[in-house]
Every structure is written in structure tokens, then in C-alpha cells.
């Protein structure tokens, strides 16, 4: 599919198929008229607001309808807009309005803290304003190297950053996710689950309305509540799920999620965090009939920029699933701490440089100048993330450079330690984490487990369980001294298992 103006791309399937529904919140649907007609009344708003040109528009609320009618309304107008969670801090919103300095903050949900000094579009004025038809033409999009959106990150530690993408960015992360790698086709019902705040979401929404399809939003109430989820899934009628594999992990415990009960769900496309070969191996066992993509990439190169379908023979042949190819249009460079290309095999930090890589951080041109890098005339992006390249160019991810952790000399990743506790049969969700002394070295690394059903009478029966199965496949300095069990893993906002929150737990910091 070729794309030239992604909101020009969305509005012709309103002239040719304007009935067919472009969004379907639990059975609250609205059409690709209604879509194209909201935005452009919007847009046509905004214009006669005279707002700063080319400053950017946040637009605050949950999973609903109207988040992509304003997304679609500011970049119609000339604006990237800032998306923010309903679910969000206080002091996140703060911080979003004082780095990001919107020019105009459109109120989807009601704002929880008073706002001076920009003007607000109330949630009562933007029903009015969807509900009046005003003649509008696109004379001022967002085109080119122009901000499309502003995702601003988790910002756990210091202040959030406001990642940067162009309409440009986007047409090639658009084109590649509907181009031959994915089997996308058009008019596909497709889960809209991730909050749109987190750049996974633009996974679906995006080649979704490109492609004639329809967005069945699942929002965070009944995402949420498990009795609610089990029920609400099969009735979304699927054929692409996309969310990160924590996700999938909670739908999965229903042992009614399967093909029989989703018959035309044939694509699980995954990104966000790691994906385990377990979790790969029971939706294949599942769901026969679809593919399972793995993706990677981070929100500064545009939501991912590798995939890889991943079949039994790949879960054969890898303890850890493959994070890829690069896509056609992306180089990707794995080096050493001091810039230098390494050869096959040989584990160093990704560094990313292609169209869809952004041009920095909003407003912050030190965290730029330190993360960002142009390499022959084209712009990079260092990741943090290690990696090997293989002799086939396939990309085997190596867990962050922030969450490998030193003990008693060794070397270990955490994300590793994980995935080896998971391959235990007691065992359904891992992490591992490390504690710290009063000097800040790591003392001691516990597992956090949430084990399968079993008849042990004590914890410490079901650790020495686990340790005993684990004796052939871990390395002993690898096995944490101390294990812990709990019934369910935090989730952050965006869907991911919270573990720098439960490192800062053990620690004390919680």
C-alpha cells in the first residue's frame, strides 16, 4: 500500500465507504463519515482559534471515539497532538503542560487539575462543536518532517520526555505494517487496547483506519476486571490482536480463549516488552489458524521497527524468541560502548537509523544531543537495548544495558533470569529482582512467581520444586537465593509487568 497523507489516506474511505464502522467502543459505533466529519469540524475550530501555528494540541482522555476524531482534527489543522491517559498522574499532566507548552489542551475526559494559561476545549463544547457541520478544507496540514504526535515517555526516573514523530516517521511505519511482511488485510476488526499515551497503540489504530478496518476498543474498566474481559473478548469478533504479551498472559488464563471461541482471529502482533517462547507456544496450541508476530523497537523509531512471525520451528530452535528483521526502509547497527560496529553473534547496543527514527525530544535539546545521532545524512538513535545480529541477520534481543545487574562478579540480565524461571512447569509468570546494600551493589536477587495451581503444602516445597527442575537449564549463580509468590504481577498504564516498581518494593522505595 502506498501512502502519501496518512489523514488524506482515512478521509477517501469516507467518500467511497462512508457507512462502514471506523470505531466500535462495546457496541457504541461511529462511522468513517462521522470520523471524517468530526475531525474536519474540529479542525475547522481550531483554525478560528488563531492558536500558535505548529504548536502542538494535548488531547486528554481514555479509550473513546472522540480521541481519534481530535488526533485526526489537530494534525488536520496544522498541529501534533499530545495524547495523555485519563489515567495519569496529576503531576504527569503538569509536567506534560509545562514541557510540552501545548497551545490548546482538547478535554475528552474532564481535566482533574486546574489549567491557567491555555485555553481548554471542554468536554460539553466538543460535543457541540462534533455536533455543528462546518464546511472545511485541509490547507495547512501536518506534512512531511512536521510533528504527527508527541508521545511523552514514562519518565520513572526525572522528568517525562516528549518524543517526537513526523508525518514522515509515520507513513513508514505505516507502509511497513501494511505491506507484505504482516499479512494485514483490509477491513479487519482489530483490538484497540493499549492506552493511546503508549506508542503501542498507534500498532493498531493507525494501519487499522488506513485499511478500511474496524477499532473495537476495549477500554481500561473492562480490560481491567477479568470476569469482564473473559466476557466481553469473544464478542469483539477479532481478527488482530495486538497488545504487549503481559496482555495476552491475562487473556490466557481464561481456558475459554481459543480458536473455537475467536474463529476468525488470525494475527497476534506483539511489541512493547519481551516475548516469551510460553506464551508464544500456548497461543500457537490455541489458536492453530494465526500467526503470532513478534516486534521491536522504541517509541523514538516509531513503535517497532523489527518482526518476525514466530513459528514452532522458531520456538524449537531458540530458548528466547527472536526479535526480527529490520524493516526495508531501517538499518540497524549493533555496537560496542565505544561506537564501534560489532561482527556477527557478538552482543552490543542497537543503534537504529532510518526514515521512521524521530528527530529528538520536545523542547529538551541536551536529552537529544545525548541519545540522537546522524549517520550518513540519516538520522539515528541509540537504545540502550543489546542485541546480536546472526549469520541470517536475524536480531536476538539481549535484554536494556539499565537492567543488567552485577553479583558476586557475574554478570546477569534480569529479563534472562525470568524467562529461564517461566520454563519451570510450577511456574505462570516470573521476574527477577535484584537487592541492593546500603552502598548500592546488589546483595541478593530475588524471584517474584506467580505459580500454577499445585498440591505443595508449603512455599519452600514448591521453591525447591522449582530450583530442582531448574537445576539443567540455569547457571547456579543465575538462581535467585530468595523466592517469593504472589497471586498476580503489577501492570504499568501501558500494559507492561511494572518492574522497576518492583525493585523499588524490595528495596524499601515503594
Same mark, same amino acid.
Given at each position: 500500500?502506498?501512502?502519501?497523507?496518512?489523514?488524506?489516506?482515512?478521509?477517501?474511505?469516507?467518500?467511497?465507504?462512508?457507512?462502514?464502522?471506523?470505531?466500535?467502543?462495546?457496541?457504541?459505533?461511529?462511522?468513517?463519515?462521522?470520523?471524517?466529519?468530526?475531525?474536519?469540524?474540529?479542525?475547522?475550530? @481550531?483554525?478560528?482559534?488563531?492558536?500558535?501555528?505548529?504548536?502542538?494540541?494535548?488531547?486528554?482522555?481514555?479509550?473513546?471515539?472522540?480521541?481519534?476524531?481530535?488526533?485526526?482534527?489537530?494534525?488536520?489543522?496544522?498541529?501534533?497532538?499530545?495524547?495523555?491517559?485519563?489515567?495519569?498522574?496529576?503531576?504527569?499532566?503538569?509536567?506534560?503542560?509545562?514541557?510540552?507548552?501545548?497551545?490548546?489542551?482538547?478535554? &475528552?475526559?474532564?481535566?482533574?487539575?486546574?489549567?491557567?494559561?491555555?485555553?481548554?476545549?471542554?468536554? =460539553?463544547?466538543?460535543?457541540? &462543536?462534533?455536533?455543528?457541520?462546518?464546511?472545511?478544507?485541509?490547507?495547512?496540514?501536518?506534512?512531511?518532517?512536521?510533528? $504527527?504526535?508527541? @508521545?511523552?515517555?514514562?519518565?520513572?526516573?526525572?522528568?517525562?520526555?516528549?518524543?517526537?514523530?513526523?508525518?514522515?516517521?509515520?507513513?513508514?511505519?505505516?507502509?511497513?505494517?501494511?505491506?507484505?511482511? $504482516?499479512?494485514?488485510?483490509?477491513?479487519?476488526?482489530?483490538?484497540?487496547?493499549?492506552?493511546?499515551?503508549?506508542?503501542?497503540?498507534?500498532?493498531?489504530?493507525?494501519?487499522?483506519?488506513?485499511?478500511?478496518?474496524?477499532?473495537?476498543?476495549?477500554?481500561?474498566?473492562?480490560?481491567?476486571?477479568?470476569?469482564?474481559?473473559?466476557?466481553?473478548?469473544?464478542?469483539?469478533?477479532?481478527?488482530?490482536?495486538?497488545?504487549?504479551?503481559?496482555?495476552?498472559?491475562?487473556?490466557?488464563?481464561?481456558?475459554? $480463549?481459543?480458536?473455537?471461541?475467536?474463529?476468525?482471529?488470525?494475527?497476534?502482533?506483539?511489541?512493547?516488552?519481551?516475548?516469551?517462547? =510460553?506464551?508464544?507456544?500456548?497461543?500457537?496450541?490455541?489458536?492453530?489458524?494465526?500467526?503470532?508476530?513478534?516486534?521491536?523497537?522504541?517509541?523514538?523509531?516509531?513503535?517497532?521497527?523489527?518482526?518476525?512471525?514466530?513459528?514452532?520451528?522458531?520456538?524449537?530452535?531458540?530458548?528466547?524468541?527472536?526479535?526480527?528483521?529490520?524493516?526495508?526502509?531501517?538499518?540497524?547497527?549493533?555496537?560496542?560502548?565505544?561506537?564501534?560496529?560489532?561482527?556477527?553473534?557478538?552482543?552490543?547496543?542497537?543503534?537504529?537509523?532510518?526514515?521512521?527514527?524521530?528527530?529528538?525530544?520536545?523542547?529538551?535539546?541536551?536529552?537529544?544531543?545525548?541519545?540522537?545521532?546522524?549517520?550518513?545524512?540519516?538520522?539515528?538513535?541509540? =537504545?540502550?537495548?543489546?542485541?546480536?545480529?546472526?549469520?541470517?541477520?536475524?536480531?536476538?534481543?539481549?535484554?536494556?544495558?539499565? $537492567?543488567?545487574?552485577?553479583?558476586?562478579?557475574?554478570?546477569?540480565?534480569?529479563?534472562?533470569?525470568?524467562?529461564?524461571?517461566?520454563?519451570?512447569?510450577?511456574?505462570?509468570?516470573?521476574?527477577?529482582?535484584?537487592?541492593?546494600?546500603?552502598?548500592?551493589?546488589?546483595?541478593?536477587?530475588?524471584?517474584?512467581?506467580?505459580?500454577?495451581?499445585?498440591?505443595?503444602?508449603?512455599? @519452600?516445597?514448591?521453591?525447591?520444586?522449582?530450583?530442582?527442575?531448574?537445576?539443567?537449564?540455569?547457571?547456579?549463580?543465575?538462581?535467585?537465593?530468595?523466592?517469593?509468590?504472589?497471586?498476580?504481577?503489577?501492570?504499568?498504564?501501558?500494559?507492561?509487568?511494572?518492574?522497576?516498581?518492583?525493585?523499588?518494593?524490595?528495596?524499601?522505595?515503594?
Amino acid at each position: 500500500m502506498i501512502i502519501k497523507n496518512i489523514m488524506a489516506a482515512i478521509d477517501t474511505i469516507a467518500q467511497t465507504q462512508g457507512n462502514t464502522i471506523a470505531y466500535d467502543e462495546l457496541g457504541n459505533t461511529h462511522t468513517y463519515e462521522q470520523l471524517k466529519n468530526y475531525s474536519n469540524s474540529l479542525a475547522a475550530f @481550531i483554525e478560528n482559534l488563531h492558536i500558535t501555528d505548529k504548536a502542538p494540541i494535548m488531547v486528554y482522555g481514555g479509550q473513546q471515539f472522540d480521541m481519534i476524531a481530535s488526533f485526526l482534527a489537530s494534525v488536520k489543522a496544522g498541529h501534533a497532538y499530545i495524547p495523555v491517559d485519563v489515567n495519569s498522574a496529576d503531576e504527569r499532566l503538569t509536567d506534560i503542560i509545562e514541557i510540552g507548552q501545548p497551545a490548546l489542551i482538547i478535554a &475528552v475526559d474532564d481535566l482533574p487539575i486546574a489549567v491557567t494559561g491555555v485555553p481548554v476545549i471542554s468536554k =460539553t463544547q466538543l460535543s457541540d &462543536v462534533f455536533n455543528t457541520s462546518i464546511e472545511f478544507e485541509m490547507t495547512q496540514p501536518v506534512i512531511g518532517d512536521e510533528n $504527527f504526535y508527541i @508521545i511523552f515517555t514514562s519518565g520513572t526516573t526525572g522528568k517525562p520526555k516528549g518524543v517526537q514523530i513526523s508525518h514522515d516517521n509515520l507513513v513508514s511505519f505505516a507502509s511497513w505494517m501494511l505491506g507484505e511482511t $504482516f499479512n494485514w488485510q483490509s477491513g479487519s476488526n482489530v483490538l484497540s487496547q493499549p492506552p493511546y499515551s503508549f506508542d503501542l497503540s498507534v500498532m493498531d489504530w493507525v494501519p487499522t483506519l488506513l485499511s478500511r478496518g474496524t477499532l473495537k476498543a476495549l477500554p481500561k474498566v473492562a480490560a481491567d476486571d477479568f470476569k469482564t474481559l473473559f466476557k466481553t473478548l469473544p464478542n469483539l469478533q477479532l481478527n488482530k490482536w495486538v497488545s504487549t504479551p503481559s496482555f495476552a498472559d491475562v487473556a490466557l488464563l481464561d481456558p475459554e $480463549f481459543t480458536q473455537k471461541n475467536h474463529p476468525n482471529l488470525d494475527g497476534f502482533f506483539f511489541c512493547g516488552e519481551v516475548l516469551t517462547s =510460553t506464551t508464544a507456544q500456548k497461543l500457537l496450541d490455541r489458536f492453530p489458524e494465526a500467526k503470532i508476530y513478534n516486534t521491536y523497537g522504541p517509541t523514538e523509531a516509531t513503535v517497532a521497527v523489527t518482526g518476525l512471525e514466530i513459528t514452532k520451528d522458531i520456538i524449537a530452535n531458540h530458548d528466547k524468541m527472536p526479535i526480527g528483521y529490520v524493516k526495508s526502509d531501517t538499518q540497524i547497527m549493533i555496537q560496542d560502548n565505544d561506537g564501534v560496529a560489532l561482527s556477527e553473534d557478538e552482543t552490543g547496543e542497537i543503534v537504529i537509523v532510518g526514515p521512521s527514527v524521530s528527530k529528538g525530544y520536545l523542547n529538551n535539546p541536551e536529552k537529544t544531543a545525548a541519545a540522537f545521532t546522524v549517520i550518513d545524512g540519516q538520522q539515528g538513535y541509540k =537504545t540502550g537495548d543489546l542485541a546480536t545480529r546472526d549469520a541470517n541477520g536475524l536480531l536476538h534481543y539481549k535484554g536494556r544495558g539499565d $537492567f543488567q545487574i552485577k553479583l558476586h562478579g557475574f554478570r546477569i540480565e534480569l529479563e534472562e533470569v525470568a524467562q529461564q524461571l517461566q520454563q519451570s512447569q510450577w511456574v505462570e509468570q516470573a521476574v527477577a529482582v535484584p537487592r541492593y546494600d546500603a552502598d548500592g551493589k546488589v546483595k541478593q536477587l530475588l524471584a517474584i512467581i506467580v505459580a500454577k495451581n499445585n498440591n505443595f503444602e508449603k512455599p @519452600i516445597l514448591l521453591t525447591n520444586a522449582i530450583k530442582l527442575e531448574l537445576e539443567n537449564i540455569m547457571m547456579p549463580y543465575m538462581v535467585p537465593s530468595r523466592f517469593m509468590y504472589r497471586e498476580a504481577l503489577p501492570l504499568t498504564p501501558n500494559g507492561k509487568i511494572d518492574l522497576k516498581g518492583l525493585i523499588s518494593e524490595v528495596n524499601g522505595n515503594a
